[in-house]
């Protein structure tokens, strides 16, 4: 694990990112993140041995698969992010792209920090009821109080990490009950029903 570090030191570390920057994966990108993570981690299993992480710490990565989890966890229609193979996706988008280095890593000890003067705990120490009272501080743009700022930058990025890789996965897309890329034998067009929905209909 990492030194200590305090709010104000990892402050310093997330504010050198603007926080403007979107972040956001196109969908090449994702798809290439989805099937080399998934890739890695199916032959490290195979092997019987953990994945071999591209860029985070010991530490780091269980923050990485404790703050998934909350962002996703397990229900009863699907397993949690981390079951989905999210930390691992994440793992490689932020080793192949350099700009998302930085205020992840801050991020995460942003989060340490604040636990630790909290709690005087690192995060993934705390309790679920504790590490919640600090999300909800930065999980809501909107309502969150300036000083938290860096934290919601940091939260925003990492959460539209962990639904991209989420909804890429076979976990995900079962989850959403997506059905196609689906062999149909025969195609009758779109049901009377929805098309009066829509308010079309096909040109005679």
């Known amino acids: 694990m ?75 229609r699907s397993g949690s ?36 003067e909290r709690f005087a705990k690192t995060f993934v120490e705390c309790t679920d009821a504790e590490r919640r009272q600090v999300l909800d501080d930065i999980a809501w743009p909107a309502r969150a109080r300036p000083e938290f700022s860096h934290g919601v930058a940091f939260f925003n990025s990492f959460r539209d990490l962990t639904a991209g890789g ?6 995900g897309i079962d989850d959403l009950q997506y059905t196609g890329n689906t062999y149909v034998a025969q195609w009758d067009g779109c049901p009377p029903a929805a098309l009066q929905k829509l308010g079309v209909r096909y040109s005679d």
Not at 98 to 109: E, K, V, W, Y
Not at 166 to 171: D, L, Q
């Open 166 to 171: 989420f909804w890429s996965s076979r976990t």
């Open 81 to 116: 992010a981390a079951d989905a193979g999210v930390p691992e996706f994440i793992d490689f988008v932020v080793s192949d792209q350099a700009n998302r280095q930085t205020p992840i890593r801050g991020g995460l000890r942003w989060l340490d920090g604040e636990c630790h």
């Open 2 to 76: 990492s030194e200590p570090i305090d709010r104000r030191s990892a402050l310093k570390i997330v504010a050198a990112v603007p926080l403007s920057s979107s972040f956001v994966l196109s969908p090449s990108e994702a798809d290439q993140a989805r099937r080399v993570s998934q890739t890695a981690r199916a032959a490290a299993a195979a092997n019987g041995q953990a994945y071999q992480r591209l860029f985070f710490t010991d530490h780091e990565w269980e923050t990485v698969r404790t703050l998934v989890d909350m962002i996703i966890p397990a229900d009863e």
